[in-house]
């Protein structure tokens, strides 16, 4: 039998998936759009702003205690709020809600080439190659079924001429792919901001289609007649009316202009300055779409100018690049994000919303700011994660996780288990998680 | 009263707290723990076993008795813990906390007893008789080494008693309070040894016996083993998919007769005959991937002969489709023959391979002769006789295009290790359908597939690895040179490339840095250089400004007043550029423009501006030139190629030249494909182990090789490896461990082959060997997966893991029966899948009555036929013969509509062994609202009916019909069909035939029936 768990996750959390209507007329999960908790947890959404490339723990939220070339290290930190986390200066905004962050210094684990790395940031617990995303989704269900459950936010917003790229995600559809799992589970990619979803634009007047919709429930319900027993057939059927409403929901879902035109919106997310201007627009788009209910929203950074010549990402190999692009890219999401936390707070989502901020390794070693997979920093904010918390620690040039190391795997397992997910418990034709994970409760609050 | 109280008290107290050490369950644990991993008989590292004390007594090669009773401080056991004397211990692993030091010292202030009991010799015996060769056969493959199976350690008596997670196993003395007793007997929720296995009664009974005894145990060996020892059980042997096939099947086996007395068993009534439509439906897109056309439609439901479906089949069968269709099966297990990863591994031939996968089943080659291809398709004759066939080492080089690599070549091992892996994991899943990579990192848990076993797999795909051959090489010697001599240029390339590396860096550092000098040499000519682009930069700007303020776009007009601002400011205090080889590189993008990047000529030239355009390009040009002069100069060590100085360097570069373009493919980026005349195949002689890079490397050096260690080449530079592997603790490189012979692995029995070479030929022809367990899987797993084609789930519905992790088989004497008449003839594709699509069990209706479905609901015994959604190429088949009215058409044009996003194309990533049928808003709005689906596709089909304006819809119903669902409607579809028109007309008033006939088809083209085989 199909269970019905195997059942909603194999039809009903697909990106924009039906779990309304005759069919769910009796069931209470209709009222909840959401699966049953393994226990409770607080993260109904995560917003992951990735920083393609792999930041240095040391030019950002991990300070080295000892410094051997000065000229690899050029930023100052600060003690913020009344945590005294230590932040990094390029972060003035983020230092401002220090006491909201929770910095995970101890990450290790960590592939450290770019696009293996990518791959396995993302996906490195599943044993079914499927993305964190994926397996959120197919943990708690969709949250709104007339929108994609799981979403990757690239492109531009309008005259941004100063981002050099996109943003996009090392290791390609992969990493955010749904490996194993139904590939309805994948992240929906959205390339262009001004049209985020394809063929939402129906060639019918709204009526109309509610007649055809009619007139199609009727033609199938002859076959489904013959098939009782096969419930996908219903399914499918329901697709169609859940696309319907998509076609409202998502526009006005995907929509920023009439929020953006607020003074105060724009301050927050920095929508006015070019260098802010995108990130800003994507992640106000992401808490939009935590308020309708996506699950998991992916933010990967752009490549940016270097103030000294030439263009980058986080990947800062030379002191050229740690002096030239560090300052860009942080500049580039240290409003937007210090918005949006402030934003979330000030709307009640902060506590059912996770936050975070990392990429796919970390960096530095003797004499050098190479590709470091056994130390990483990442942070947490909301969610129920402790907040003003430094958890973990690295030795004192901070190449290594010394204190409280925390794998990649056991990240991905802490992150479920917020959400009220036992990655014990979850599978899916027999198949799960690495069964080394571990969840690190010391960052819970 | 109370006072005798206090002294009993002080006595207890007195007594716990100076409770002499006790040998057995304090110090040998801790010994074992910490020193016997190299003190124990067998190894006795430096002479000393720390096992028993007679041996301490006796102790080591040079520091005498290793214990001195009563003398804690003169015993150099402690003494080497302390650091008091050299060398210090344990010699791995960190220090002995001062607690464990503690302990001993106390056991030999003590007087070093060994308080174990003994026990008499009959009990021994009795011991060495019945329980030891049990434990050690059923007990030792989880329950002993250092991280046993939850913390029971079975390999001691101290552990037996001491126990695991769950607490003591056993009691002595008291069998029926003994929790390993209970477990063996299976009378609680543990059940050992695990999965079903029981033990036999009379080795209950023993063991019963022997902890009533008080767990009698040998004085001399108090440990049994240290590390895991791989077993196999009958349990093993007797697994369904493990057994051999059945010698002989009777003759009157058959489908049916097989099902029949499950379906009996269960109360099921086969469902009825599937009417002839729909039956032709089903076996023509289970066949081909297509629909059957409306002439085959006529022809068979009129065709009253008994043998009309005999003959569909055989036409199916005999059509060239057939071939692509089950050829795609396959290449669901390969990877779909592609290099998944864009920039990894041998940009293999994806097309070509399809087509001779195709060509394969059309010719209905034998499937244990393409098992073999897919070893050792390079060192096999060719189908037709011929020496080579450059297709069947292609077809061996597929197990090579899995995604698992590194980027890095200072790991190229890495890329090595994780390509060979794959290697074993393709014969085990694709081929055999077993899960041989489990066992990468330790013995397999399930299955008898030891790590050595896997190893031992490994050496067969470590000896070889890929190269460019010629596409009409004739015989194996000429593909093998071509190979070779492409080695040989890379390898010299690589060695004079190391040649100018390193003279170039003498020369610049002789001459005082003369690179550098160069360089800054030439930063006065570029500033203005520079200078001049950047107005060229700010005239770009300026145009796009007063475009935007002529097009009244207030906030990008804004946006590009703030970015001349920043410009001019820059301009005004103009520096000369800190150029490098990345920035003038990356000057070119931000010129010529790249992937993202618009260029300044692109913008320059929308606007219309000519002039700048013109003045960009000259740029574009002289920086490029000027990129070449800065690569040519730091590689001269300073000099330009022609000055006499670098005569030799630029000689060598020549050759170089000369060989880049004498190679066929670009050892550097062997993930593009070879040139045309190539083709990149398998052949013999591999990459080196990891450990052995190190060494070759300083021969190599020696012998006056010049090559950077980091060099992408150096892998090239040594003789390719022909040998075994390795052994990897827990699968690490980091970690080799012993040789191990290639082989194949234990459970299948000895294979006695010379191997030849890499030996990938010997594997081969063992893999299919006759009646052996090897082929019997390789047909299972064959069989199992030609069901699941066919009726939608596989027999075994694990189909990559017919092992005891997989699904245990509710028919598993239809795959055995199916799997020997396949083997018995000849290993025929198209004879097993005639078989199984003319059983009934095949041709009966999906429809079945309630009580049937609810009896069965999963249809584990196939008493009907399943409703299935058509995979993705059948869909995008059927789309295209809908769009061109062609019955074949090609699916490359579907007018920009792109269905693999929506309808589950396969990935590459992964061996696939079961399609997906998602179900999704975003797939019914790409049908309903993209134009160039449903919509346009019903207006084509439309226009191909040629209706006049007076044809009314019912009219055409049939036709439609039809050619959509390949059935004809029912009289209560034909009234819903004038209720459709009925209502549409009243809806919008026209009542234009054309318009009705393409929206009705619109409908079902969006509907359930048309995607879906019943």
């Known amino acids: 039998m199909i269970t019905r768990r195997h059942f909603l996750t194999r039809i009903a959390a697909a990106p924009g998936i039906v779990a309304t209507g005759s069919l769910w007329a009796d069931d209470k999960i209709v009222a909840a759009k959401s699966l049953p908790l393994h226990h409770p947890g607080k993260v109904k959404s995560i917003i992951f702003y990735y920083c393609k490339g792999g930041p240095a723990q040391a030019h950002t939220f991990d300070k080295p205690r000892s410094v051997a070339d000065p000229a690899l290290y050029p930023f100052g930190f600060k003690k913020c709020g009344q945590s005294g986390l230590e932040i990094g200066d390029v972060f003035p905004n983020l230092q401002k809600v220090a006491d909201d962050l929770c910095l ?61 790229s996109d943003g996009e995600v090392h290791g390609g559809a992969r990493s955010t792919g749904a490996g194993g799992l139904p590939p309805s589970l994948q992240a929906q990619v959205v390339n262009d901001l001004q049209r985020p979803i394809a063929n939402l634009t129906s060639p019918m007047a709204e009526t109309e289609q509610t007649r055809w919709l009619a007139e199609l429930s009727a033609l199938n319900a002859g076959f489904s007649a013959r098939h009782p027993h096969v419930a996908e057939l219903d399914s499918r059927t329901e697709s169609f ?49 935590v308020e309708r209910g996506v699950r998991f929203i992916v933010v990967p950074s752009m490549s940016v100018p270097n103030l000294e010549g030439g263009s980058g990402d986080w990947d800062t190999h030379t002191p050229t690049q740690v002096r030239g692009v560090i300052p860009n890219l942080a500049l580039a999401c240290d409003q937007p994000l210090a918005g949006l936390i402030t934003d979330l707070k000030q709307r009640g989502l902060l506590d059912s919303t996770l936050v975070v901020w990392g990429g796919e390794m970390g960096r530095g070693g003797p004499g050098h700011m190479n590709h470091n997979g056994s130390a990483f920093t990442w942070w947490m904010a909301g969610g129920g994660v402790r907040p003003g918390f430094a958890y973990g620690a690295t030795d004192e040039q901070g190449f290594t996780a010394v204190d409280k190391p925390i794998h990649v795997r056991d990240l991905h397992a802490t992150i479920l288990w917020m959400c009220g997910l036992d990655f014990t418990k979850l599978k899916h034709n027999g198949i799960g998680f690495d069964t080394t994970c571990k969840v690190a409760r010391g960052i819970m609050a | ?144 080494g250092d991280e046993p199976e939850h913390g029971l350690r079975l390999t001691s008596r101290q552990g037996i008693i001491s126990g695991g997670q769950r607490g003591p196993a056993a009691v002595a003395g008291k069998p029926e309070a003994s929790l390993l007793i209970n477990a063996i007997r299976h009378e609680g929720e543990l059940k050992m040894p695990r999965r079903g296995d029981k033990l036999s009664d009379a080795q209950i009974a023993a063991f019963e016996q022997w902890i009533a005894k008080g767990l009698p145990w040998p004085a001399q060996e108090k440990v049994l083993a240290r590390a895991k020892q791989f ?43 599937a009417d002839r439509h729909r039956l032709l439906r089903r076996v023509t897109y289970d066949l081909i991937g297509y629909p059957p056309t409306l002439d085959e439609i006529a022809v068979f439901v009129k065709d009253t002969s008994p043998d009309a479906f005999e003959k569909v089949v055989t036409r199916l069968l005999d059509s060239p489709q057939f071939g692509w269709r089950w050829g795609r099966h396959w290449l669901d297990y390969t990877r779909n023959g592609a290099n998944a990863q864009s920039n990894r591994g041998p940009g293999l031939d994806t097309e070509r391979y399809a087509a001779w996968v195709a060509q394969c089943f059309n010719e209905d080659r034998p499937w244990d002769w393409f098992a073999r291809i897919h070893l050792a398709g390079d060192k096999m004759k060719a189908f037709d006789g011929a020496d080579y066939s450059v297709d069947q080492a292609l077809a061996a080089a597929v197990p090579l295009n899995g995604q698992r690599t ?96 390193k003279t170039s860096i003498k020369l610049n550092v002789g001459g005082g840095g003369r690179v550098k000098r160069w360089q800054e040499s030439r930063i006065p000519i570029l500033t203005p250089k520079d200078k001049r682009l950047r107005e060229l930069e700010i005239a770009v700007v300026r145009a796009e400004l007063a475009d935007a303020e002529k097009n009244k776009t207030a906030s990008l007009a804004a946006d590009l007043r703030t970015t001349l601002r920043e410009l001019e400011a820059r301009l005004k205090n103009h520096q000369p550029p800190k150029y490098d080889f990345r920035t003038l590189g990356q000057l070119n993008h931000f010129i010529g423009g790249h992937k993202t990047q618009l ?252 009580q049937d479905i609810a009896k069965d609901p999963d249809n584990r015994l196939f008493a009907r036929q399943s409703v299935r959604r058509l995979e993705y190429e059948p869909i995008l088949n059927t789309m295209s013969r809908l769009r061109t009215g062609q019955p074949f058409a090609s699916t490359g044009n579907l007018d920009g509509a792109d269905y693999a996003p929506y309808f589950d194309k396969p990935t590459v990533y992964d061996v696939i062994d079961r399609r997906v049928a998602s179900i999704s808003a975003t797939q019914a709005l790409f049908l309903m609202n993209q134009p160039q689906t449903a919509r346009d596709l019903a207006g084509k089909l439309t226009n191909r009916l040629r209706l006049d304006d007076k044809t009314a819809l019912p009219d055409v119903l049939a036709i439609v019909y039809e050619t959509l669902l390949q059935r004809p409607p029912t009289d209560a579809e034909r009234d819903s069909a004038q209720g459709f028109l009925d209502r549409r007309r009243k809806q919008t008033g026209t009542t234009q035939a054309r318009d009705e006939v393409r929206e009705f088809i619109t409908l079902l083209l969006c509907g359930n029936e048309i995607l879906y085989i019943e």
């Open chain 2, 231 to 273: 077993t196999i059980s009958d349990a093993d042997r007797d697994h369904w998919a493990f057994r051999p096939l059945p010698k002989a099947v009777p003759a009157n086996w058959s489908i049916d007769a097989t099902l029949k007395p499950h379906h009996e068993k269960l109360g099921l009534t086969p469902a009825p005959d």
């Open chain 2, 599 to 850: 260029g300044l000529i692109k913008r320059a030239t929308s606007l219309h501006e000519t002039e700048l355009v013109r003045e960009l390009e000259e740029h574009l040009v002289y920086w490029e030139e000027e990129r070449q002069r800065w690569i040519e100069r730091s590689r001269f060590g300073g000099f330009a190629k022609t000055d006499p100085e670098v005569a030799e360097l630029a000689k060598a570069d020549a050759r170089i030249n000369e060989i880049t373009a004498e190679l066929v493919s670009n050892p550097a980026q062997p993930w593009t494909a070879p040139k045309d005349t190539h083709l990149y195949v398998r052949v013999d002689g591999g990459l080196r182990r990891a450990e052995d890079l190190q060494p070759l490397d300083d021969k190599a050096k020696a012998a006056g090789l010049e090559f950077n260690s980091n060099d992408h080449n150096r892998v090239w530079m040594h003789p390719y490896f022909v040998g075994d592997a390795r052994l990897l603790l827990r699968g690490d490189v980091l970690y080799p461990d012993q040789l191990v012979p290639r082989a194949t692995p234990q459970f299948f029995g000895e294979s006695k082959r010379e191997l030849e070479g890499s030996g990938r030929l010997q594997l081969a022809e063992w893999l299919t060997t006759p009646d052996s367990t090897q082929a019997a899987l390789v047909a299972r797993a064959a069989v199992n997966r030609a069901w699941q084609h066919l009726f939608g789930e596989a027999l075994c519905r694990t189909p990559k893991e017919l092992g005891r992790l997989g699904e245990q088989p509710e028919l598993p004497e239809l795959i055995d029966g199916l799997a020997a008449h396949f083997v018995a003839k000849g290993w025929s594709m198209k004879k097993m899948i005639r078989e199984i699509v003319l059983s009934r069990a095949y041709r009966q209706s999906a429809v079945t009555t309630e």
């Open chain 1, 241 to 289: 009316l859940a696309a319907h409403r998509m076609q409202t929901a998502a526009p006005e879902a995907f929509d920023v202009a009439k929020e953006a035109a607020h003074p105060a919106i724009r301050k927050l997310y920095g929508l006015d300055a070019l260098p802010t201007r995108s990130t800003g627009t994507k992640l106000l788009l992401a808490r939009r779409l």
């Open chain 1, 104 to 164: 995970i210094r101890s990450g290790y684990g960590a592939l450290a080439t770019h696009n293996e790395g990518g791959i396995h940031i993302f996906t490195a617990a599943s044993k079914l190659g499927a993305s964190l995303g994926a397996w959120m989704l197919h943990g708690l269900g969709s949250g709104n079924p007339s929108l994609p459950g799981h979403v990757l936010l690239t492109g531009r917003a309008e005259g941004d001429k100063w981002a050099v």
């Open chain 2, 406 to 501: 590194f980027e890095d070549i200072a790991t190229q091992t890495f890329v090595l290790m994780d390509k060979l892996d794959e290697g074993v994991e393709f014969m085990g899943r694709s081929l055999m359908g077993i899960s041989l990579e489990c066992a990468r990192c330790h013995d397999h848990k399930f299955d008898p597939i030891s790590q050595r076993d896997y190893y031992s797999l490994l050496g067969f795909f470590q000896s070889s690895w890929y190269a460019p051959v010629p596409v009409n090489a004739k015989s194996r010697v000429e593909a093998e040179a071509a190979a070779a001599k492409h080695r040989a240029l890379i390898a010299e390339q690589a060695r004079l490339n190391g040649f100018i590396r």
């Open chain 2, 1 to 144: 009263m109370k006072l005798i109280i206090g002294i009993l008290l002080c006595v207890f107290a007195r007594l716990a707290f100076a409770a002499p050490v006790s040998f057995e369950r304090e110090v040998m644990p801790l010994l074992e723990k910490r020193c016997n991993k190299c003190h124990y008989p067998e190894e006795q590292r430096g002479g000393l076993d720390l096992t028993r004390i007679a041996t301490m007594l006796r102790g080591g090669d040079d520091l005498g008795p290793a214990i001195v009773p009563l003398k804690p401080d003169e015993s150099p056991l402690i003494q080497v813990l302390t650091g008091a004397k050299k060398p210090e211990m344990p010699k791995k692993g960190e220090k002995l906390p001062a607690a464990e030091i503690e302990l001993l010292r106390r056991w030999i202030t003590e007087g070093a007893h060994d308080d174990s009991p003994t026990f008499a010799s009959d009990d021994v015996a009795f011991f060495e008789r019945e329980i030891r060769p049990v434990l050690a056969e059923r007990c030792f493959k989880c329950h002993a």
